[in-house]
């Protein structure tokens, strides 16, 4: 039986491998923000492993960093998370039939995972993509949380290193050969304006949802 984790594509391990490159630097960032700003080395890496979702993890630690209830942490994190609630019902046929394989692709859902998987042709590529960019995000952004958590306060301020800018260069970088299409083209752009719309009036993570109603200006396929 074939693996779901192999693959022969150069280019999605190409991509893949350059995503987790940038996922593990922002995973020392956000290893080193949480223990600089007082948080035991343990959290963090605990939070990485159970939460696995990077925006919501900065938010959540954020918010408590500045004083804020573990409820609101909690509840601003659940509420970014909902972007991921399409991405769960197009991805039900890349995670496979078993009870456990349902449950751990659950929670290997992210904005990576799902461009990856999304993108490929037929149902068995898109498998393969899931399962080999969400356990190799999942390793790397644990790993690299881990090494924040580790050198703690010895990174300084991560923001003067330009950690911060990696991951959404990376994911831009990605994004530009699908732009080439024209409906693509088309419903990027209005869901971006959307989202950059709605940002000063909506909390974090709504704008993102709202952005799916770019989807509806690509019209039909002829």
Same mark, same amino acid.
């Given at each position: 039986?074939?693996?779901?984790?192999?693959?022969?594509?150069?280019?999605?391990?190409?991509?893949?491998?350059?995503?987790?490159?940038?996922?593990?630097?922002?995973?020392?960032?956000?290893?080193?923000?949480?223990?600089?700003?007082?948080?035991?080395?343990?959290?963090?890496?605990?939070?990485?492993?159970?939460?696995?979702?990077?925006?919501?993890?900065?938010?959540?630690?954020?918010?408590?960093?500045?004083?804020?209830?573990?409820?609101?942490?909690?509840?601003?994190?659940?509420?970014?998370?909902?972007?991921?609630?399409?991405?769960? #019902? &197009?991805? @039900?046929?890349? $995670?496979?039939? %078993?009870?456990?394989?349902? !449950?751990?692709? +659950?929670? *290997?859902? /992210?904005?990576?995972?799902?461009?990856?998987?999304?993108?490929?042709?037929?149902?068995?590529?898109?498998?393969?993509?899931?399962?080999?960019?969400?356990?190799?995000?999942?390793?790397?952004?644990?790993?690299?949380?881990?090494?924040?958590?580790?050198?703690?306060?010895?990174?300084?301020?991560?923001?003067?290193?330009?950690?911060?800018?990696?991951?959404?260069?990376?994911?831009?970088?990605?994004?530009?050969?699908?732009?080439?299409?024209?409906?693509?083209?088309?419903?990027?752009?209005?869901?971006?304006?959307?989202? #950059? &719309?709605? @940002?000063?009036? $909506?909390?974090? %993570?709504?704008?993102?949802? !709202?952005?799916? +109603?770019? *989807?509806? /200006?690509?019209?039909?396929?002829?």
């Amino acid at each position: 039986m074939r693996s779901p984790f192999r693959t022969n594509d150069p280019r999605l391990l190409h991509d893949v491998a350059l995503v987790c490159l940038a996922d593990g630097v922002i995973g020392i960032s956000f290893g080193a923000i949480a223990v600089a700003g007082g948080m035991p080395a343990w959290l963090p890496v605990a939070m990485s492993l159970v939460v696995f979702a990077g925006a919501a993890q900065f938010s959540a630690v954020g918010i408590l960093l500045t004083g804020g209830s573990p409820l609101a942490a909690a509840a601003t994190g659940l509420l970014l998370n909902t972007r991921t609630v399409p991405f769960s #019902l &197009a991805l @039900t046929d890349s $995670l496979g039939s %078993g009870r456990a394989a349902r !449950l751990v692709g +659950a929670h *290997l859902i /992210t904005d990576e995972t799902a461009a990856f998987a999304l993108a490929q042709p037929d149902p068995a590529r898109r498998r393969t993509a899931f399962w080999l960019s969400g356990l190799a995000l999942f390793a790397t952004w644990n790993v690299g949380v881990l090494a924040g958590s580790l050198a703690g306060n010895a990174l300084g301020d991560t923001d003067t290193l330009g950690l911060d800018a990696a991951y959404p260069a990376v994911l831009l970088a990605l994004t530009l050969p699908a732009l080439r299409d024209t409906r693509t083209r088309r419903a990027a752009l209005a869901g971006a304006a959307l989202a #950059l &719309a709605a @940002t000063p009036f $909506l909390p974090p %993570g709504l704008p993102v949802l !709202l952005a799916l +109603a770019g *989807l509806l /200006t690509a019209g039909r396929t002829s």
